[in-house]
């Protein structure tokens, strides 16, 4: 069996997934180790891709080990966030962990959760909640309109015997003056590329970064009906009001979009590490 | 009168999976209401929708509407807020279908055309295809057309006209 390190952050930074360096090291030590000693700052990307990945991994057998970040509050956070407790079973948590009051934070935050389709339902009234407390009611509900599409694209597409996972954080902006909200969700499916090539319209499709390109065009869909506005919509949905940032990425592809009127600006870059599935990070940021 | 409740207040609604099922609660309400009923579709609560939702939901039903695969004298959407109605119009608008709000009897969706002839068909109230075309100065199958349309939508309803009066048949169209 291979022998993985997961280093989550080779020089001390902050939301290490968010910028990309995911690295995968051979080591000796057996099984699946993600190490966050060195993490400064998880973004909600952070959280739902590492509850992805380990559980992708442990699938095939893998032990997974977490060793825990240095910074007590650090760990906290990872610890209040729910990820420890939607790690695989069995897995390893190396380090310390203060007894803290747990404080109820539903209108800023939601918890790494199991998203399914039995768990729609709850992860819309969560989402929403956030989203409406922390935005008001206008913003709120067209945050809700877009990033709802991510929700239907894990559950719909990206669906395995794992699922997906999904968290959200809002920020305040008291230093942006924007109001933000981040979702992330990362699924344990077949990913953007292998999805789009269900449809024979799009079976010239060969590599990760040509089919996140054509997903994010309107009517483009791994089904034959005429849909496809997905992707889209969570981009533009808000793009009037709210500056709407959108990083994908599956197989060996990722996207960087960010839209607000008329400006578009749209990246595409190859990544060393593949990601099974897919894991998006969505983040609208409207005026304070 | 049939009105279908949505959801709970307070509700946010995505998947096309939980659109569909709750097309199905519709559909089955829809048969278990006799001969084709007045359909009040009522968004009271609903905070949020996807569009993906929109379109399984709405978008599908219009769609067996248009079949004839369910069954209503009229259909019309109420409740819906500000955000739930740009959903609704942006959904229909692509499928080039649209859609009568109750409380203020306007179209949402594809309305390029329909506006004027609904709100000519509402001064006229009750009326045969030939007074419709003179009214607004086109021809007769363009007033057909539009007429066959506004039906599909459930914002007419169309009889059989008492007797032709050129041979064939003809229709009463009325608001429901």
Redesign the interface.
Known sequence: MACWCVVLLELPGRHPLLRGTLRLQETARPGLTVDARHLEFASPLDLAAVAALTHTHAASGTEIALLLPERRGVASYLQRMDLLKHLPDGSRIVGSLSEGERNDHSASLLEVTRLTGAAVRDVNQRIGFVATSHLGKRFGRQAFTGLGELIDNAVSHGTSELGAFITAQAYSGRTTGRRRLEVSVCDTGVGVLNHLRRNQQHSDVTDSIHALERALSPRVSGTDEDRGYGLPDVLDGVRETAITSLILRSGDGAVTASHYREHAFTSYRRIPERVAGTWAWLRVSFPG | MLTFPVSKP?????????GAHKRRELETALNSAGPAPVLEIDFTGT???????V?EFLGKLYVSLSAGDVQAAAVRLIGL????R??VAVCLE?RKQFAVQGEDHTLLGDTTVMPDTYAQARRLGTFRAQELAEALGISVTNANNRLKRLVQAGALSRNRAPGPERGGKEFMYTLP
């Open positions: 307070g509700t946010f609604l995505s998947t096309r999976g939980t905070e949020a929708m996807t569009h993906s939702f379109d807020n500000e955000e739930t740009e959903s692509r």
